[in-house]
């Protein structure tokens, strides 16, 4: 818990720096203007979404090794930050759509490949809510985390595998970033990263209680039920 506490007290000023230097240092772009700063939220947002997806396969695959519930708690949990982070993703990209595109939203293959991942990993936190066995359930769970990772590096690579109007900023289309704006996204994927490793501690942490609950409750239930 120490540590964690550490870890959230040092997101909250890494969060209020890369706000400041989302306002006041990085300067305004010359053909979008104020609306190219929602940038330096979208863009962290994307990148630790596709890094909770990744650590959902891991501790999918581990689960598929090891079957334990450790590994199906940290893919349960990785899997609602990245569903969170990759929804904000998309509100903060239609903002900006707007803006460029003068529409809220285009089917181009990044929008699109990045909707429908979000919708597959929507689709296993249903899984994961359902009534089906608690083994049973992981198990499936942990086949799905496997499986929906191969939209992942289709959705990074798909503007430079078809034609996009989605900038790849990381590739040839990005064009470069000036040096304040480097710095101002490197703050914003710092501290959002802070935030990210905050709350999948804090929800692989609730993930794993109730799960001791529910074999506290299942036990208790199986004692009484023989005494009566």
Known sequence: MSKLKFLALAAIPALCVAQYMIWFYAPIEATMGLVQKVFYLHMPMAIWSFVSFL???VASLMYLVRRTAFWDALAGSAAE???????LALITGSIWGRAAWNVWWTWDPRLT???????????????????MGGERRALVCAVLGVVAFLDVPLVFYSARLWRSVHPAVFGRQGGGLEPEMLHTLLAGMAAVGLLWICLLLTRHGQERLAGRLAALRSRFLETDSQQG
């Not at 930050?81 to 929804?87: K, M, Q, R």
């Not at 490949?113 to 249903?126: D, N, R």
């Open 113 to 131: 490949t990045t909707l429908i991942m979000w919708f597959v990993y929507a689709g296993y936190l249903l899984l994961r809510s359902s009534p």
């Open 81 to 87: 930050i990245g569903v969170l982070f990759s929804g």
């Open 55 to 57: 650590v959902v396969f």
